[in-house]
């Protein structure tokens, strides 16, 4: 059984780094520079993913929930756990990213512009989902609340996009360059998300493994006591 | 119409305790006050700035207000063991949370019916409008669908006064954003036409999140 | 060429991120199997079914 883990997880290893370095070459060595924000622009094939597995990654916090108020199967929530501890991860990276990617295009190191704003209270919800598990004394019940932050905070994701957007109304120094995407722009956007998306699935099969672990290494200090 | 009867009757049970004791009416009153005054403070009397501002001060505080008097919805019950009293009676758990909500919501409101025409006194801007009232009602019922919830959650967590608003104010970004957008137009006297988008807003949060915390409440109450 | 700085910080960081936590739970999967190894062993030890 755990081989056949690892032999998974080698696959997903070896197509993940194949994939990255195919990334970085096309964004590195294919696609042009773009007219208007130079060669700052290229953040946008690191940007785009971050704000993609952000949000799959609550996507699969929210069915892991779902499921585990369904089923009380722990397995869900090993996943919804799992899931959220990446997703937090990559919300952090997405709120630096953009950090850095704001300074030289607009001169500061934030605004609070649709999207960053957003993502800024994705960040906070996924706060909420630990800190409602660790403020619970009793673990099932907290297991249990931590579902409810995520299925509560995946549907409101979309209200809070709309809400967000037209607070700010059309931006219109935003994400939007001159002369639109290229197709060389848009392949290379795809392969970026792809290969990301394998890293995403690697990092949560690796820590299902874990989460996994933990909780047989504590059963198993029960029967010793 | 059993439903609404046993609803009614817990809206009963909490008002009179209310009365008696004025506990969150009150002391939440107050705090909405003094809030204003130290806002008003933070404005250092531009009197440009805080007429601006007006919309953002409002519901800066009702929110904090909300959060206050929502903590309360569930802490008299978990202290003195009256859910568990609440749990053994004939009743299901919706109806323990539609009759929580209710009476979050009627406190709410009262207490922002009594805040709009100070706030109009201190800040010379007119908040009293059908439109105001109108954004108060939709934006209050969208707090408590969610708070009620929150607060069963927190009071069975440490630190229960802490963990409500941490779950409670990123998820109610949108009812925040579309009040304070939505009060501003009401205040700078646009006509109804502009404020619909975010008073749809408000009407889809409150109905999503009522549906959404009403199937959910059963799994939060267990014990 | 002048934001080049920025660009590589960007990349940096999302490297160091990435490879970080998988180092990270790499870790730990190592040091909780270990411990699982001599708590399996010493439960079979004291005769205890699991």
């Keep these: 059984m755990n081989r056949k883990r690892n032999t998974v997880r080698n696959i997903f290893l070896g197509i993940s780094s194949i994939l990255m370095i195919l990334t970085l070459y096309m964004i590195f060595l294919y696609v042009p520079v773009e007219k208007e924000m130079g060669i700052v622009q290229k953040i946008f094939y690191l940007m785009v993913p971050m704000g993609w597995l952000a949000l799959l990654s609550f996507l699969i916090v929210f069915i892991g929930s779902i499921l585990y108020l369904i089923n009380k199967d722990s397995k869900w929530d090993v996943l919804a756990h799992s899931s959220a501890s990446i997703g937090i991860l990559f919300t952090a990276l997405a709120l630096l990213i953009g950090a850095i990617w704001a300074k030289p295009v607009w001169g500061v190191w934030w605004t609070w512009e649709a999207r960053l704003t957003a993502t800024l209270v994705l960040f906070m919800l996924y706060v909420a989902y630990f800190m409602v598990r660790s403020f619970t004394a009793d673990e099932a019940r907290g297991a249990t609340f931590a579902a409810v932050i995520g299925i509560v905070g995946f549907i409101d994701i979309p209200i809070i996009a709309l809400a967000t957007t037209l607070w700010r109304g059309m931006h219109p120094g935003g994400i939007i360059f001159a002369g639109g995407l290229a197709p060389s722009m848009l392949l290379t956007l795809i392969t970026s998300l792809i290969a990301f998306t394998f890293f995403y699935s690697l990092l949560l099969m690796q820590q299902i493994s874990l989460k996994n672990n933990e909780n047989r290494l504590k059963k198993l200090q029960q029967y010793l006591n | ?223 | ?50």
């Excluded at chain 2, 109806?95 to 201190?122: A, D, N, R």
């Excluded at chain 2, 919830?149 to 009071?155: P, Q």
């Excluded at chain 3, 660009?7 to 999302?14: D, G, K, Q």
């Design chain 2, 1 to 223: 119409m059993m439903f609404w009867g046993k609803v009614l009757a817990i809206v009963r049970k909490d008002t009179i305790s209310e009365l008696r004791t004025k506990e969150v009416v009150a002391s939440v009153l107050v705090f909405t006050i003094l809030m204003i005054v130290i806002f008003n403070f933070a404005c250092s009397a531009n009197y440009e700035l805080v007429k601006s501002m007006a919309p953002g001060i409002l519901w800066a505080t009702f929110t904090f207000a909300g959060v206050l008097s929502l903590n309360r919805a569930f802490i008299a019950e978990k202290e003195q063991g009256c859910l568990e009293g609440l749990m053994v009676c004939p009743i299901s758990r919706d109806v323990i949370y539609v009759g929580k909500m209710v009476t979050s919501l009627l406190f709410m409101l009262i207490i922002e019916m009594v805040t709009l025409p100070i706030f109009t006194l201190l800040f010379n801007v007119n908040v009293i409008s059908l439109q105001l009232i109108a954004i108060v009602i939709l934006a209050t019922v969208g707090f408590v669908a969610v708070g009620t919830l929150f607060s069963a959650i927190a009071i069975n967590t440490r630190a229960r006064e802490l963990v409500l608003p941490i779950l409670f104010l990123p998820v109610v970004v949108p009812v925040v954003i579309s009040a304070v957008k939505a009060s501003g137009l009401a205040i700078a006297g646009e006509p109804w036409s502009q404020l619909y988008s975010w008073l749809l807003i408000l009407l889809s949060f409150d109905v999503i999140f009522i549906t959404l915390s009403y199937l959910i409440f059963n799994h939060v109450i267990e014990e």
């Design chain 3, 1 to 50: 060429m002048e934001n080049m700085g920025y660009l590589f910080a960007a990349f940096l960081i999302v490297w160091i991120g990435i490879i970080g936590y998988l180092f990270v739970i790499f870790n730990r999967q190592k040091k909780i199997s270990r411990e699982i190894e001599t708590l399996e062993k010493s439960l079979k030890e004291k005769g205890i079914k699991q």
